[in-house]
């Protein structure tokens, strides 16, 4: 079986760790808006450091920011900040933590005006690379080129998750609906 040159190059310990992501998230839709948020924080935070970290740190940035709750982060006060920054189990830093806060307040609005963050992004699909960067970054903080793709490739609205000669390639393509629409 065949799969993304990037998994199959990995040792055996840096493949426990990816390919859990790789053959069972990464490219497939989600259709939660809390796990949304949840990925654009993911993305957000892994500006500058390697996935492999994010990847570690997962389960204490979801205990860390009450589990994606999109209404609980929005909410978050200057002692839930100081608490963000002196947690040593996420990416401490102050511009990332801001964002994800701030992030969430827009995501409330744009369910409010949408219906969903789900709704929203639906609603501008398809569009090429450029035009989504542009559309995030009059939207949110913190998303430049490299997160916005990732996000978008992660979640199925933009291609490039797996090579098509990946095993899970296939599946990504049969769950994700984005693709019968270009």
Request: hydrophobic residues 40%; contains cysteine.
């Amino acid at each position: 079986m065949s799969y993304c040159s990037a998994i199959e190059n990995m040792n055996e310990e840096k493949k426990a760790i990816h390919k859990p992501y790789h053959d069972l998230y990464y490219g497939f839709p989600i259709h939660d808006d809390n796990e949304l948020f949840c990925r654009l924080v993911l993305e957000i935070n892994q500006a500058g450091l390697s996935w492999e970290t994010i990847l570690k740190k997962e389960a204490t940035f979801r205990k860390a920011y009450s589990n994606f709750n999109i209404k609980k982060v929005a909410a978050y006060s200057e002692a839930d900040r100081e608490r963000l920054m002196a947690d040593a189990g996420i990416i401490r830093n102050r511009l990332k933590i801001n964002a994800a806060i701030e992030n969430a307040k827009t995501i409330l609005q744009l369910q409010k005006e949408y219906g969903s963050f789900e709704k929203w992004l639906e609603l501008h699909h398809p569009k090429t690379k450029d035009e989504w960067v542009k559309l995030f970054k009059k939207t949110f903080r913190f998303t430049g080129g490299e997160i916005v793709n990732e996000f978008l490739m992660s979640i199925g609205y933009l291609p490039g998750a797996h090579a098509a000669n990946c095993a899970v390639y296939n599946k990504v393509m049969k769950t994700n609906p984005m693709w019968s629409r270009k």
